[in-house]
């Protein structure tokens, strides 16, 4: 196990973060705020900041400080850090490490996920906005809209807070999607918004349904904070036809 | 409303000199209503296409992202709406002065 010095606030409040090989290596217990990166790797040294180190070295960590983390930790001097990420500089890029934060009773992994099969992380729930049915599953965020013969059919679901996307370079939501209709004109979108009403300043879509697809949008122009959400559209089919959607929402996370 | 994309899939008005940007229809209407520099100041991954980052992240259409600050596109387009607003405000007033002229004449 190697222990990396960290100075986020310039000097003084120091933050020492402990490299382990593996997750067992974990000890049961630790301090509050004992902060861990996961790597068999060597390690050089530690840095916690906002922006990424400019000259780093191999082996380099970097624990990514800023936006909502859901493990944050207190530091003396009335320092409050709020880890969303860490890395390791292989020499030519940072290499995304798994890192986890002791709350006082637990180990929690910091994670840039918003959503992952059915637990809610960065964000406490969805909204829907507009459509039929928003329900929350076991595993799954369920979307449907019954819309009937002839009519159009759309819904759209949000995430209750804006989330701070400063540094953050994409997002990405994975999803299954059926539709009654296969008719052309039917999509889902990922939307990135500056609200949730359809002010829409970004978006990923994909026309085609099936299961398993990931829809990235590139963010990196963007600062602060911004709404993220789903919108399902189905165009008016004939009037013998339904053009009802059905959406599942396995996952949607961030990415340095 | 037709758009054209350059090699990197930045939005543009109108076709170059040369012809080479590849036409794109906004049929969702993203841009509807919006000016040249807000469009231009986008990507489009058209459906079916696939762009790379400098960072090697791959983004497959349809993808529309700003590859410029927003709050400036979004400040750019009100300024540009309020010059059309001011343009019909005096096409308004002269059509008004037109029209009393016209009625004295009659």
């Known amino acids: ?256 | 409303m037709l758009y054209y994309l350059d090699d990197q899939r930045m939005a543009h008005v109108r076709q170059n000199e040369a012809g080479t940007l590849a036409p794109w229809g906004d049929t969702a209407g993203f841009f509807a209503g919006k000016c040249q520099a807000f469009v231009e100041g986008y990507r489009v991954v058209p459906d079916g296409q696939t762009w790379t980052r400098e960072d090697g992240a791959a983004f497959s259409g349809l993808m529309i992202a700003p590859a410029a600050d927003p709050n400036l596109l979004f400040a750019g387009q009100a300024e540009a709406d309020g010059e059309t607003i001011a343009e019909l405000d005096a096409a308004v007033v002269e059509l008004t002065y037109q029209y009393i002229l016209l009625e004295y004449e009659v």
């Open chain 1, 1 to 256: 196990m190697a222990i990396l010095n960290c100075f986020p606030a310039g000097g003084g409040a120091k933050l020492n973060v402990k490299a382990y090989s593996a997750v067992g290596g974990l000890p049961a217990s630790d301090k509050a705020g004992a902060a861990a990166v996961i790597t068999a790797l060597p390690v050089g040294s530690g840095f916690a900041s906002a922006a990424a180190p400019a000259s780093p070295a191999s082996g380099d960590v970097w624990i990514w400080l800023g936006g909502t983390s859901l493990a944050p930790i207190h530091l003396s001097g009335g320092v409050t850090l709020h880890p969303r990420a860490a890395y390791r500089y292989s020499g030519s890029a940072w290499v995304l490490l798994p890192c986890y934060v002791y709350t006082g009773s637990a180990w929690v992994e910091v994670t840039l996920s918003l959503y992952d099969n059915g637990a809610f992380i960065l964000e406490p729930g969805v909204e829907l906005i507009l459509g039929d049915t928003l329900t929350l599953q076991a595993v799954r965020i369920y979307m449907f809209d019954s819309a009937g013969r002839g009519e159009t059919s759309f819904i759209r679901v949000y995430f209750a807070n804006s989330i701070d996307l400063t540094n953050v370079t994409t997002v990405k939501m994975i999803l299954d999607w059926a539709t009654a209709n296969t008719s052309s004109g039917h999509y889902v979108k990922l939307e990135i918004g500056s609200n949730k009403t359809g002010t829409v300043v970004a978006s990923a879509q994909a026309g085609t349904p099936g299961t398993g697809i990931t829809l990235s949008v590139n963010v990196s122009a963007l600062d602060g904070s911004y709404y993220i959400g789903a919108y399902v559209y189905g165009p008016p089919a004939g009037s013998d036809s339904y053009p009802s959607n059905t959406v599942y929402i396995q996952k949607v996370y961030l990415e340095k």
